[in-house]
């Protein structure tokens, strides 16, 4: 919550779920997340720059991780965000932005 906002539009919020562990090779995680960013909630520079058109705030939407520990020290992970404006400026398509995310973690 920003205190300081005059305009309303002061909260984000990140809620999530997760179950299982990658502490072993062959183990899987699964997790979902929610996550709400408006407009005057926090400083748009610090927001994830993966979620949304480019990060920032003014957006809402689910997120879903998948990760599988291919190795000992390797993990694979798919990511993905499915993002749209919580308040929509005249002019802009409210579509929903897909994005898929693959990394994979190597820990020495």
Do not use: C
Not at 3 to 24: E, H, M
Not at 58 to 73: C, H, S
């Amino acid at each position: 919550h920003n205190f300081q906002s005059k305009f309303g539009d002061d909260n984000a919020y990140l809620v999530g779920v997760g179950l299982g562990q990658t502490r072993n090779q062959g183990d899987w995680a699964l997790s979902a997340l929610w996550t709400r960013v408006e407009t005057d909630s926090v400083l748009s520079m610090f927001t994830l720059s993966d979620y949304g058109r480019r990060g920032g705030t003014n957006v809402q939407g689910p997120i879903a991780k998948i990760d599988y520990m291919l190795l000992p020290r390797l993990t694979l992970t798919a990511k993905g965000y499915f993002v749209s404006l919580i308040d929509r400026p005249t002019g802009v398509p409210n579509s929903v932005v897909n994005r898929v995310q693959f990394d994979a973690l190597f820990a020495f």
